[in-house]
């Protein structure tokens, strides 16, 4: 068993549940890794109350350990898999992701071609050329993507532009220890390397150690940089959080230039946005020839069955939509707690449970259509949290709870991240009030606050929660009796 943090587990876990929503997984640990050019796989070992699973990461997918017994098999199928399946141009956006530094990954991967094909010291003083080559070409495409320096030195100066550079991107005390390391990386790759291509003793040890060097270094370098150049800040500024991603797009006003800002997965913060590239005179990360066709495998997923010969084929699908999955677990924390009130809107909701929703506080300060206040899980970054209720949908529905909830006019679409009532991390769909419409001197009217309560008492939210956050907000008579009447109608009915 390897060791694994609470993050990786719990995202190990989200992934398998999402994927087999239909199982419990009752062990899981992580078993083996490995790496290959430069992508790391773990092997994980999921025990659930019906079968057993492989979770393989870097490109993750879970395997039937029915079908792949043999775990060194499983992950052979994965990687063939992950580096056969066609890309998309959504991928090949992520492959863009490491612009500017594709000739310096690209050096990289040369260079530990030429570690596992070394058998003499002219070979292992070659890899050392190799890595000194990888360096020179980190500092070239530095140099070339941003003005570090009025003075700046010779171009082929490492030592120098490593100085430049650290202190450029690491400055003041408060950084001297991160500048140190960073600065003591490259330095340390640039020395070995320069002592093995010099060499008359090396041995295959040093090559593997000058190409561990280098990559390291180069890596660490690379996205310090890269994190620089497009403006992402350490952690988000609204929430707080670090799970800050890369969010791509492109400008009506300039439709050639491909657009990247920093995208808050938590709370959906966005940054500035930057130009990465000139997609008119780009070259292609993956170019292909020959003709395309739609024959391709499909496998079930969660992978319970793989298609023999002779068996019929799958149709090809058709006109398929781009996009994230659907979610199809939604996150209520006001009157959609009431199941009969969301039943009306989604008929085939099913509670899940309870969930919390960590960082967030609940209020009434959303303006509705009606002028009066309704719920809004509002980011407070302290010790605050939302509890609500989890349920489950049909994906077709999604369109009329967007409706519902007035996304566009009132509320926005976000994944969140909620702990359910097992203590699990679960990313789930939820909607909060824009900021254009929230309004702290609002209140709820007497029908809508009875709505909240209902679903609150429904679904056994804790008893303390429900008497500080909702039963201790002042409401008022809503002046439509018509409605008045209608709402009351609806939360009586048995659904």
């Not at 530094?101 to 690209?106: A, K, L, M, T």
């Not at 809107?345 to 506080?361: D, E, N």
Request: glycine share 8%; net charge negative.
């Amino acid at each position: 068993m390897l060791k694994a943090t609470e993050e990786e587990i719990e995202k190990v876990r989200e992934y398998f549940e999402w994927q087999a929503p239909d199982l419990e997984v009752t062990f899981m640990q992580k078993v083996y890794s490995e790496a290959i050019l430069n992508t790391g796989h773990d092997v994980w070992d999921i025990h659930t109350n019906k079968d057993r699973w492989w979770v393989i990461t870097g490109g993750t997918n879970l395997y039937s350990q029915e079908q792949f017994p043999n775990m060194d098999l499983a992950l052979t199928f994965h990687i063939g898999l992950i580096l056969r399946i066609p890309r998309t141009e959504e991928q090949q956006q992520d492959d863009l992701r490491i612009l500017p530094f594709g000739p310096v990954f690209d050096k990289m991967e040369e260079a530990g071609i030429a570690v596992t094909q070394s058998h003499n010291l002219t070979d292992y003083q070659a890899v050392g050329v190799r890595c000194r080559e990888v360096l020179l070409e980190l500092i070239s495409v530095v140099q070339d993507a941003a003005m570090w320096t009025e003075t700046p030195p010779q171009r082929a100066n490492f030592r120098a532009w490593t100085e430049v550079i650290c202190n450029n991107l690491l400055p003041g005390d408060t950084n001297k220890e991160r500048r140190g390391a960073l600065k003591g990386a490259l330095e340390s790759a640039w020395t070995f390397s320069n002592w093995l291509t010099h060499s008359k003793s090396a041995t295959w040890i040093d090559a593997d150690m000058a190409h561990s060097l280098t990559q390291h270094a180069s890596g660490m370098a690379s996205s310090l940089i890269l994190r620089e150049l497009r403006g992402v800040p350490e952690e988000c500024p609204n929430c707080g959080s670090p799970h800050l991603e890369p969010e791509q797009g492109e400008n009506t006003a300039a439709p050639s230039v491909l657009w990247e800002r920093p995208c808050c997965a938590d709370c959906g913060w966005t940054g500035r946005p930057v130009p990465v590239l000139d997609i008119e005179n780009g070259q292609p990360i993956i170019t292909r020839e020959g003709e395309e066709s739609d024959e391709h495998g499909i496998m079930t997923v969660p992978l319970r069955r793989i298609l023999k010969p002779g068996d019929p084929p799958i149709e090809p699908l058709k006109k398929i939509e781009t996009g994230p999955p659907e979610p199809v677990v939604y996150f209520a924390y006001g009157s959609n707690m009431s199941t009969v009130r969301l039943r009306k809107r989604m008929p085939s909701c099913k509670p899940l449970g309870i969930a919390t929703l960590p960082g967030y506080a609940l209020r009434f300060h959303k303006r509705g259509m009606d002028k009066s206040g309704k719920c809004n899980a509002f980011a407070s970054g302290n010790d605050n949290t939302v509890i609500g209720v989890l349920f489950s949908f049909d994906p077709a529905e999604r369109a009329k709870l967007d409706e519902a909830e007035g996304v566009g006019s009132g509320y926005e679409h976000v994944m969140v991240t909620v702990i359910n009532d097992k203590g699990r991390r679960r990313k789930v769909l939820t909607y909060l009030a824009a900021p254009d419409y929230i309004d702290d001197s609002l209140r709820p009217y007497g029908w809508y606050k009875d709505f909240v309560l209902a679903g609150g008492n429904e679904h056994g939210l804790p008893p303390e929660y429900i008497a500080q956050y909702i039963q201790s907000v002042e409401a008022i008579e809503d002046p439509n009796k018509t409605r008045d009447k209608k709402q009351r109608a609806s939360l009586e009915s048995p659904g």
